[in-house]
């Protein structure tokens, strides 16, 4: 398309250059600018962009686009940047929306033919995504996912990066959906993507905001928790519906803010809400341990069983609800998506003939450990032996706290190791003990993580709880000299398959 019609769509002056030209791409990172790209300068954290303009040009940029509120890079500078060439330089008020702008026009638009289903809070983005992803293909809706785990278009599974993207990334992913006749996302929208307008320009079907914790609080990330919280709020400024959990401290709040601004439904357990689960009780069905209920309200109601167990997987489950209900999928479909639903990571059941009930799990906080630990306590007839490590190059207080909380909490630890990075794993392990030791915990330490996962399976006996956590959907271990392929899930499948076999 042209230069100029891309600059149509913003308020923008032309420093230099002729807009009648062709442009191919739209990149924020120098590297990745070629022959037409158009490269929009965004002042980072600690880089800024402007001082990219000049290789940018050089390396075939059709544009460059520069910050109205850039420090330094005068107009004569940038002129002299792209001497030589036939770049043009246009300036804007905000690049990062300017991003967003520019890719939403070069990739045709492709938000404008979506349902987008937006999931923003401090916990339960991913699990929610996940199971909203599953009830709209239950209910014949086919459906792409952006978020922490992966990005999945189609049947392909994309590594993610970032919980959520660049926004030339969220458009160009839009529009591979639309090219294979898919016309519904779900997105775990971030406090750093609103802040950062990487969703600018996407409107919400429907958005939901799940909690707050304290959480990104830091020099990059919020300066404070009102910070944090108003940028979560941003998600309501372009939606059609909202969906809160009325079960939230901040609940009133985010209600009126929405209310200023859209429909409002709401969810909860311990609130009356649209949507309010009722009749809680633990089950175990074949080797998944999960969660029946009841949902009652004026919009739906009806039997439940989630297949992850733990009181805030019913909130994930009302969460995905509220929203399938504003997709206008059917009560069937929910009750049968979210009976057989699997979370990467996520409480992820381990199926096996022992009698054992072994789970995957990203704790890998003091709080997550805790909060896994005693869930899975609930739904345990005898013991729960939990496996961890810590990472290396991380807090060490994360460390002792990890070690405290395994030790008061579970049965039986084994200590093992994560990604060490450039650490020595074994002194990681030590400052775990350090911890552990604080209680009456017991425990023993297998440092090779793979080993760790067999040894607490073959601990345990029928009616036991095995905890793999830490790692959760990772799949990879990282290490001074190297980078592993390493899977918790694939490693417990394995080492079940070798206990049953007898090996």
């Known amino acids: 398309m042209l230069l100029s019609d891309i600059l149509n769509e913003l308020e923008c002056r032309v420093i230099t250059g002729d807009p009648a030209c062709e442009v191919t791409s739209v990149e924020f990172d120098s590297r990745r600018v070629t022959s037409g790209s158009v490269f929009v300068c965004i002042i980072g954290f600690s880089v800024d962009g402007h001082s990219f303009a000049g290789s940018a040009a050089k390396s075939g940029a059709s544009c460059v686009i520069v910050d109205s509120e850039r420090e330094g890079f005068e107009d004569s500078e940038l002129i002299e940047a792209v001497r030589g060439t036939s770049c043009v330089v246009a300036e804007t008020k905000d690049t990062k929306k300017a991003l967003a702008v520019a890719a939403a026009a ?14 923003t809070g401090t916990k339960g983005k991913t699990t929610s995504t996940f199971m909203l992803k599953k009830i709209l293909e239950t209910s014949g809706k086919r459906s792409g996912l952006i978020g922490t785990v992966c990005n999945i278009i189609g049947d392909e599974k994309i590594e993610a990066k970032h919980t959520t993207p660049e926004s030339s990334h969220i458009f160009g992913m839009m529009r591979s959906l639309r090219e294979k006749d898919i016309d519904n996302l779900v997105m775990e929208v971030s406090s750093q993507g609103l802040k950062l307008d990487r969703v600018y320009g996407i409107r919400y079907h429907a958005a939901a905001f799940t909690n707050l914790y304290e959480d990104h609080i830091g020099k990059n990330e919020h300066p404070d928790m009102q910070d944090y919280f108003n940028c979560k709020l941003k998600i309501f400024d372009s939606c059609d519906t909202a969906i809160v959990n ?128 005693k869930t899975l306590r609930e739904c345990t007839e005898g013991r729960v032996i939990t496996v961890f490590g810590c990472g290396g190059d991380r807090s060490k207080t994360r460390r002792f706290e990890m070690g405290e909380v395994s030790g008061n909490l579970s049965d039986y630890t084994v200590i093992t190791s994560d990604n060490p990075r450039t650490e020595d794993p074994m002194a990681i392990i030590e400052n775990i003990i350090t911890g552990i030791n604080k209680t009456d915990g017991k425990y023993e330490v297998e440092a090779d993580r793979a080993s760790a996962i067999k040894r ?48």
């Open 456 to 503: 607490s399976i073959s601990l345990a006996k029928p009616g036991d709880t095995v905890l793999i956590a830490g790692k959760g959907h990772e799949d990879y271990q990282i290490f001074a000299d190297r980078t592993i392929h390493f899977d918790d899930a694939e490693q417990a499948l394995k080492a079940v398959k070798e206990i049953q076999d007898g090996v």
């Open 106 to 119: 070069i990739d045709g638009h492709p938000e404008r033919g979506m349902n987008v289903y937006g999931i």
């Open 246 to 373: 009325a079960d939230c401290e901040q609940a009133d709040e985010v209600i009126r803010y929405a209310s200023d601004r859209c429909e409002v439904l709401t969810y909860g357990i311990e609130s009356d809400a649209d949507f309010k689960a009722e009749n809680l009780k633990l089950e175990r069905r074949g080797h998944v341990t999960g969660t029946g209920f009841n949902v009652t309200g004026k919009y739906l109601s009806g039997e439940f069983f989630v297949a992850i167990p733990g009181r805030f997987n019913v909130a994930n489950a009302l969460c995905a609800i509220a929203l399938a209900y504003c997709a206008g999928c059917g009560t069937e479909d929910m009750v049968r998506a979210l009976s057989g639903i699997s979370v990467p990571g996520r409480m992820q059941p381990i199926e096996n003939n022992l009698g054992l009930n072994i789970l995957i799990d990203y704790a890998h906080n003091a709080a997550a450990l805790e909060n896994a630990v």
